[in-house]
């Protein structure tokens, strides 16, 4: 099929077309560049959603009902779930994700998992490129769900507009996803499983962490307490949801955070585009020679790093003397 009636197909909504555009995208097929140069000035309008946080939290339950809040409104929503996946096979790790299944036969929802197929670095630049197929798609509302909150993840948490972060009640999470660095990328916290005991103590601790470290941000996220088991706070999620994204626009935050996404962009590109070319000359003897040099405390770390990327640039692998 042409690349041109493939991105048209793909416009349309059709779901074996748009499956087949992430499938290229994330086996890094080299059409898929094409195919994304025809799409993206097509895209723009989506609400583009991260959901992170630790396994276990629930992330996937709560998409779920976000799911059918969504729907009811005649909305139509994509989520990309995405799985640092076993670098043996390659396979996204489902897990809880089978229960999104049910929407399977609504035209609506489009629900696609991700691997890294073993090269993690460049998972958050995937992951971007799936998300404009869909945006392409003319879908209303984008989910990226990560499974942790790892570098990768808070990596694929800098290219979506809004972030919630879930955490469960009784884990000690605050404390660790302070540390971890992404409490500045939180534009939502979700305290879910609010049914169990220890609910209104994480609110108090992540209120806390929010007076030490974001009495300068305009935007104070809103703490929401959910629970799927007991039907409560998805309705509330997705109103504060809606009045971020309200903030975004009517702020001109939007703009600037979008800006610096998109430079986040091209520089992961950039960075996947020269470690690939890197790890393609390796096997070099003339890298090896480096690393004897380094080894032996002859050259500094940084003199072989300026070398590498002389020879990168110049398109060789090492030194041919």
Same mark, same amino acid.
């Given at each position: 099929?042409? #690349?041109?009636?493939?991105?048209?197909?793909?416009?349309?909504?059709?779901?074996?077309? #748009?499956?087949?555009?992430?499938?290229?995208?994330?086996?890094?097929?080299?059409?898929?560049?094409?195919?994304?140069?025809?799409?993206?000035?097509?895209?723009?309008?989506?609400?583009?959603?991260?959901?992170?946080?630790?396994?276990?939290?629930?992330?996937? /339950?709560?998409?779920?009902?976000?799911?059918?809040?969504?729907?009811?409104?005649?909305?139509?929503?994509?989520?990309?779930?995405?799985?640092? /996946?076993?670098?043996?096979?390659?396979?996204?790790?489902?897990?809880?994700?089978?229960?999104?299944?049910?929407?399977?036969? %609504?035209?609506?929802?489009?629900?696609?998992?991700?691997?890294?197929?073993?090269?993690?670095?460049?998972?958050?630049?995937?992951?971007? &490129?799936?998300?404009?197929?869909?945006?392409?798609?003319?879908?209303?509302?984008?989910?990226?769900?990560?499974?942790?909150?790892?570098?990768? &993840?808070?990596?694929?948490?800098?290219?979506?507009?809004?972030?919630?972060?879930?955490?469960?009640?009784?884990?000690?999470?605050?404390?660790?996803?302070? =540390?971890?660095?992404?409490?500045?990328?939180?534009?939502?916290?979700?305290?879910?499983?609010?049914?169990?005991?220890?609910?209104?103590?994480?609110?108090?601790?992540?209120?806390?962490?929010?007076?030490?470290?974001?009495?300068?941000?305009?935007?104070?996220?809103? #703490?929401?307490?959910?629970?799927?088991? %007991? &039907?409560?706070?998805?309705?509330?999620?997705?109103?504060?949801?809606?009045?971020?994204?309200?903030?975004?626009?009517?702020?001109? &935050?939007?703009?600037?955070?979008?800006?610096?996404?998109?430079?986040?962009?091209?520089?992961?590109?950039?960075?996947?585009?020269?470690?690939?070319?890197?790890?393609?000359?390796?096997?070099? /003897?003339?890298?090896?020679?480096?690393?004897?040099?380094?080894?032996?405390?002859?050259?500094?770390?940084?003199?072989?790093?300026?070398?590498?990327?002389?020879?990168?640039?110049?398109? =060789?692998?090492?030194?041919?003397?």
């Amino acid at each position: 099929m042409e #690349i041109s009636a493939w991105a048209e197909r793909i416009r349309q909504g059709q779901k074996r077309a #748009i499956a087949r555009g992430i499938s290229f995208i994330e086996n890094r097929d080299p059409r898929r560049e094409a195919l994304l140069q025809s799409l993206y000035p097509y895209t723009g309008s989506a609400a583009l959603i991260g959901v992170t946080g630790a396994p276990g939290a629930g992330k996937s /339950s709560l998409v779920d009902r976000l799911i059918d809040a969504i729907r009811r409104e005649g909305k139509t929503v994509g989520v990309v779930a995405v799985d640092p /996946s076993s670098p043996f096979t390659g396979g996204a790790l489902l897990g809880d994700r089978v229960r999104m299944t049910r929407h399977a036969l %609504d035209d609506g929802v489009f629900i696609r998992s991700m691997g890294s197929r073993g090269h993690l670095g460049g998972l958050a630049v995937a992951t971007r &490129e799936a998300a404009v197929v869909l945006d392409a798609a003319g879908i209303d509302v984008i989910f990226v769900e990560t499974v942790g909150v790892g570098q990768s &993840e808070i990596d694929i948490m800098h290219l979506v507009d809004t972030v919630a972060l879930v955490l469960p009640p009784g884990s000690g999470d605050a404390v660790q996803v302070f =540390k971890a660095g992404i409490m500045e990328a939180a534009d939502l916290f979700i305290v879910n499983k609010a049914e169990q005991p220890g609910t209104e103590r994480l609110v108090k601790d992540i209120e806390e962490l929010l007076d030490l470290s974001g009495s300068h941000r305009p935007w104070r996220p809103p #703490i929401v307490k959910t629970s799927v088991k %007991d &039907e409560m706070g998805t309705d509330e999620m997705w109103r504060q949801l809606k009045r971020h994204r309200r903030y975004l626009m009517e702020s001109g &935050e939007g703009e600037r955070r979008q800006r610096a996404h998109l430079r986040r962009e091209v520089e992961a590109m950039v960075e996947e585009e020269l470690r690939r070319r890197l790890q393609g000359r390796l096997e070099d /003897s003339a890298i090896k020679t480096d690393l004897d040099r380094l080894q032996q405390r002859e050259w500094t770390p940084q003199q072989v790093a300026r070398k590498w990327m002389a020879h990168l640039a110049a398109g =060789k692998g090492g030194d041919r003397e």
